[in-house]
């Protein structure tokens, strides 16, 4: 039976196989697919099919060669790195952090001499500009010179021959001869006012703030870089009409929103959050005993702010009044019981209650202010009076931001809370001001896991709520504030940027932060008065501020990246980033399309930062064949080339520094 098959089965293969020979099918067209030889011939002749030209892939860019004078190759070099005794002594832990590196990297460094006339990296300080400073790098001669004004600028100096030299190079150490970098204070120090614009009052663009559309927010939140703001403890002004140069100041750091703290009236013993009722505006603040010239000068104020692109919140008083008010005595079912020493009110009254809300909006249109921070809030006056606040002032054209102090439900009544950052879990708001720490930065809170999952954002009412935290719009890191009893920056570039700036928060700090501020002892940060003198005159804090005016550059550079707030906070363009060699901290990305923004952070200080940085090509837009990696913090171009190719690429980040480069894609 078997051999009958296979018989027929060759039968029908030679059968159908003489078909093929004999038609126009071509040979490898099966039989069901062979058609009936036409009976005539075809009126016109078979024409060809087009053909497509073929892909072919863009060619892979690469780096320009660059000429380079070889400082350590296998293991050895024949240069000596040359300082007077000045420069050993002063910058001391900057030259033992480059040898270290050096070591780490290529196997051994130049002896550190005082003297040297062959191959030499010399440093010198030089009169002039003490923030002033320069790198040479001399063919001929092969040598490397590093000139700086003081002590804060060679170490500054010091540290970019490491980030763009020394980072760069692989197995040996190569410079480039045309690596020369120039630094002068005065010629190149930021201002970041042309990056800011008002969008505020008639011109405001309101956008949903809230999955169920109950809320909506002013636009202009998107590029919020905070600041809270009390102008009497200001070394620059006082009064209002004195201290339009802070205004001046902070949009040169490019800082568009200025929490005031309270205008009212103090009364006897009031310092402002004490005072006598949000009718009433401080006489010392205005110049003026006259009430309606008061809120003049205010609204000069706010209007002048608004003319350089900043915002200005006032702050709001639910809790009470200071007992040497006269409402006490004219409206005394106005107040039931006690609070902060004082007298409580009654929120209870339907009449107290309409004139507060009446009042408030009323100080927003008298002035033109853009909105309140609502001390004690949402759990004194509660959700429903700034639901109707808000409600009022758009029912007249004014979208208010409203931001409370401490985190709840947001409803129709707030934006943001003041601290949106805070692991309840570990510590309370009052034990975080009196010992103050940053969650991000000394191991509360990984970045990128508490964005993606909502860990420690919100307030109190969400700490065992998994589903709710950290699912709303936006989210304050409040980095320091008024109740502090101690600064918690201190210089600290990582606390100031990886935390707040590059992160996907609206970065809020108490002002001075941005300079660097110190303190001896601890206090009440309300109280202590800011010296705004030190820039410009003393060199490390004149150097923290220019880096954090540069951190402000690079967020308002891409606003595509940094501006960019899902409805649910959780959905953040933010990755984690590997970097082989430096994991203490969470490094991460923010990216929009065929860019990226990657963040490198180093807090250990037995850390050099030498390491390996893995891109996360999946957030990239994939049409890209080729892409570039640079330091934005100096504009070095680090590599060039396919996903492969500049992929791994090297860094070295200081300690307490961060690391900044831009991946993007190009054609």
């Known amino acids: 039976m078997k051999k009958l098959f296979f018989l027929v089965f060759v039968g029908l293969l030679a059968l159908t196989l003489c078909a093929c020979v004999g038609s126009d099918t071509p040979a490898d067209t099966t039989a069901e697919d062979v058609t009936p030889t036409p009976t005539e011939p075809p009126t016109e002749a078979p024409t060809e099919a087009p053909t497509e030209p073929p892909v072919t892939e863009p060619e892979e860019m690469t780096m320009e060669p660059k000429t380079t004078l070889t400082v350590i190759a296998d293991g050895k070099t024949d240069y000596t790195v040359v300082a007077p005794a000045a420069v050993q002594e002063g910058n001391a832990d900057d030259l033992a952090y480059m040898t270290r590196v050096m070591d780490a990297k290529f196997g051994t460094h130049p002896a550190v001499t005082d003297s040297g006339t062959d191959k030499v990296i010399s440093l010198t300080y030089t009169e002039g500009e ?67 614009s008002y969008e505020g009052g008639d011109k405001t663009v309101l956008a949903p703030s809230d999955d169920d559309g109950k809320l909506t927010s002013p636009a202009w939140l998107d590029s919020a870089v905070m600041v809270e703001l009390r102008i009497d403890t200001a070394s620059i002004g006082g ?101 902060w020493g004082n007298a409580a009110f009654n929120w209870s009254n339907p009449e107290f209650k309409e004139w507060f809300i009446s009042a408030a909006v009323e100080n927003i249109e008298k002035t033109g202010a853009d909105g309140y921070r609502c001390d004690c809030e949402p759990f004194t006056a509660g959700y429903g009076v700034y639901a109707e606040i808000r409600k009022r002032l758009n ?101 100031i940027g990886y935390a707040a700036i590059y992160a996907p928060y609206i970065p809020l700090w108490y002002m001075g932060d941005e300079f660097g501020v110190t303190m001896k002892n601890k206090a009440v940060l309300y109280d202590v008065s800011v010296d705004y003198g030190a820039v410009g005159t003393k060199d490390d804090q004149t150097l923290f501020f220019e880096d954090v005016k540069q951190m402000i550059a690079i967020r308002r550079a891409y606003p595509e990246i940094f501006a960019q707030w899902p409805l649910n906070h959780r959905d953040a363009n933010i990755e984690e980033v590997k970097a082989e060699g430096l994991s203490a901290l969470q490094n991460y990305a923010r990216y929009a399309g065929g860019k990226m923004v990657i963040i490198l952070g180093n807090n250990e200080a037995e ?46 980040v200081p300690y307490q520094y961060c690391g900044v480069y831009m991946v993007e894609g190009i054609e």
């Open 130 to 196: 003490s923030l002033s400073w320069s790198l040479t790098v001399d063919e001929v001669s092969g040598s490397i010179e590093i000139k700086a004004g003081g002590k804060v600028a060679m170490s500054r100096a010091i540290q970019t021959f490491i980030t763009r030299h020394l980072a760069r190079s692989e197995g040996d150490l190569l410079v480039d001869v045309s690596g020369d970098y120039t630094y002068s204070y005065e010629k190149d120090k930021i201002d970041n006012s042309s990056l800011l």
């Open 239 to 339: 009064t209002f009409k004195d201290s339009y140069d802070l205004i001046d100041f902070y949009a040169e750091a490019g800082v568009n929103v200025l929490w005031l703290s309270p205008v009212y009236e103090r009364g006897a013993g009031g310092n402002g959050y004490g005072n006598i009722g949000l009718h009433r505006i401080e006489p010392w603040l205005t110049g003026t005993q006259d009430q309606e010239a008061g809120w003049n000068e205010l609204k000069k104020f706010v209007d002048y702010a608004h003319s350089k692109g900043v915002y200005i919140l006032l702050d709001i008083i639910t809790w009470g009044t200071m007992y040497a008010s006269p409402l006490i005595e004219e409206h005394p079912d106005w107040y039931n019981g006690e609070a």
């Open 395 to 495: 029912d007249k054209g004014i979208y208010p931001l409203i931001m409370s102090e401490e985190g709840g439900h947001r409803q129709a009544a707030f934006d943001c809370e003041q601290d949106g950052v805070l692991k309840y879990s570990d510590m309370t708001r009052g034990q975080l001001y009196q010992n103050p720490v940053n969650f991000f930065v000394d191991g509360y809170l990984d970045i990128v896991d508490a964005t993606q999952t909502g860990r420690g954002l919100g307030g109190p009412t969400f700490v065992n709520n998994r589903r709710q935290m950290g699912t709303f719009r936006y989210y304050t890191n409040c980095i320091t504030n008024h109740d502090y009893q101690a600064r918690n920056v201190n210089g600290n570039r990582l606390k």
């Open 607 to 652: 850390n050099d930062g030498i390491c390996k940085v893995t891109i996360p090509f999946d957030k990239l837009d994939k049409s890209y064949h080729n892409y570039k990696v640079t330091d934005l913090m100096t504009g070095q171009v680090v590599a060039v080339g396919r996903a492969d190719t500049v992929n791994d690429f090297s860094a070295i």
